[in-house]
């Protein structure tokens, strides 16, 4: 074996051997993140194999290999980071982002649709009151035009009319 195949076969070992860490760290997990630069690094050390098999074999015919890898690549890594979502938390450690967990995410968003609830019912609970205020103020309004009637009826009567009312 000359030295160029030796390296070419070196080359080809140590990606086989970053590709079998990757499939342990896809089956390990534990998180998504874990398993999608697994999944690059597996993208990655094939890459690295069909290269070695293109230079070694001169078989330039499975360049188009290395393009579907480079898109299946890049495809991932989009579809996974659409997937997760950032959110600022608060650690304990300073804060700062993190991605957050299926459970972490559900949390958040029951929390902030309660704060949205809770909201709308102070608003409703003020349009109320200010219904009942103006409810009240019309109908204070209305007694105190009903008093002035009844005192202007009571000032226009004259003393006869009492005496010629009760006879």
Request: charged share 30%.
């Amino acid at each position: 074996m000359t030295p160029l195949e030796l390296l070419y076969l070196g080359i080809a070992g140590v990606a086989a051997v970053a590709a079998l860490l990757a499939f342990y760290r896809i089956a390990a997990g534990p998180s998504i993140m874990d398993r999608t630069v697994a999944s690059d690094v597996l993208t990655a050390s094939a890459f690295t194999i069909v290269c070695v098999m293109i230079v070694w074999w001169k078989r330039s015919d499975l360049g188009l290999l290395l393009i579907i890898l480079a898109l299946t690549a890049f495809l991932t890594a989009v579809v996974v980071a659409r997937y997760i979502r950032r959110d600022v938390i608060d650690d304990s450690a300073g804060g700062g982002h993190r991605i957050l967990t299926a459970a972490e995410d559900a949390e958040r968003q029951r929390l902030r649709e309660e704060e949205e609830l809770r909201a709308e019912l102070e608003e409703i609970d003020h349009e109320v009151d200010a219904a009942a205020a103006e409810e009240r103020r019309e109908a204070e309004r209305r007694e105190a035009e009903s008093r002035e009637v009844e005192s202007r009826g009571a000032g226009r009567r004259r003393p006869g009319d009492a005496q010629g009312e009760a006879q």
